[in-house]
């Protein structure tokens, strides 16, 4: 080999080795671009949603007169459930700002408590008769734009005319403040009331609930049916068949297809010839159960053609019958798989809103949902609703529930890495 000839060698190795660096310095600017991307999208939904695990409260001096509240002096339960709660509030606000003058004055006043406050003192009315005609410490639920000046959501140097708070109840909200009638608390409600209208009282937990009823039905129906089609397919089904070809394709194919066609699926099929109630767990399970149904199939399908044919091999040279390999020795070896691919398909569900909507799950649901049959709404969809509304406390709202989601998803994803890890065999 002349010397000419080593230089065109050493060039052209020179060039490839090259080549590699750039290619992996391409990489990895890919995987620091969507780490950067990832991390930029979490640090605003933190941002935005930690707010709304706090909430703001107003401690009012309510004067529970019998007179206002129109008893009589029996105070039977059901009188006293009756009683004009809403004058005692108003009138227990008038005595803290005693110079509020005019309608307009008076009406802003009352919007610096949450119309909970009646329902909370009704409560505590019936609860505690003894407290008829005293003065009570009380505290109460504060609007949300309240909330949201406390948490630094509202710029008082802004025009009147551009921020929710007039300027004189910024002067009462100073007023309570000098007083320490005004503070944050961590924000239980949000976890343990339903949906509201009020931003101050909406919480998640009827959607949590249909949530986790409608990823039961959808457990029940797609776990036993997705694996006994793998079962059927990679163990007992004919090789070279035309038909057993064609389901297998159309499994593929159903995998890639859009959510929202699963949707209108169910709407023509549960909903308009089955006659299935519309915005009820079952339905919504049945529907994530037919999108869910090829993801599992074809995890499943590979968690058994990843079982060593020496096992089978060995069971049936023993006597075992192919029914007996298949279930005594070559689905416990696959299940870990089994298991892995059915949990992130139902992750893949719980973070679906398309076919939910196509299905009326979008509608106002106030009531925690009892049974698969009431109508409920899912976490998904309630982050959909939200999201929408003019309100600026919904929007800390919206970004804590997309925390509380994403929290179940990595939950339900880090089961599947530790069950693999656990149970994997090494063949």
Known sequence: MNKNTTEIIKLKLAKRYAKEK???LYGISAIAVSIAFLLSLLINISVTGLPAFQQ???????DIDSKLLKLDSQYSEQELFRANYSKVVKQSLKA?????????????????????????LRDFVIDNPSVIDTKQSLWFLARDDV????KGGIDRSLPESDRRLKDFQLVWVDKLLSENRLEKRFNVSFFTEDDSREPEQAGIKGAMIGS??????????????????????????????KWVDLIEININNLAAVPSIVFGL???????????????????????LTLMTLPTIIITSRAALKAVPPSIREAALALGASRVQTTFHHVVPA??????????IGMAQALGETAPLLMIGMVAFIADVPQGITDPSTVLPVQIYLW?????????????????????????????????????????
């Open 147 to 150: 909330d949201v000046f406390m």
């Open 22 to 24: 750039r290619f992996k």
């Open 212 to 241: 986790l009823l409608t990823m039961l039905v959808t457990m029940l129906l797609s776990f036993p049916i997705g694996v006994s089609t793998a079962i059927y397919l990679e163990e007992f089904a004919p090789k070279n068949n």
């Open 387 to 427: 999201s929408d509304s003019p309100e600026r406390a919904f929007t800390e709202r919206t970004s804590a529930a997309i925390m509380v989601l994403l929290g179940f998803l990595i939950v339900m994803n880090f089961l599947a890495v530790i069950m693999r890890k656990k149970f994997e065999k090494k063949w």
């Open 96 to 120: 803290m700002f005693p110079g509020v003058k005019g309608r307009k004055q008076k009406r802003a006043l009352r919007q610096l408590v949450s119309k909970s406050a009646i329902y909370q």
């Open 56 to 62: 703001t409260y107003i401690n009012i001096e309510v």
């Open 334 to 343: 696959a299940m870990p798989g089994i298991l892995t691919g059915t949990i």
């Open 265 to 287: 699926l169910g709407l023509a099929v549960f909903i308009g010839l089955f006659g299935v109630p519309r915005s009820v767990p079952l339905i919504g399970g049945l529907v």
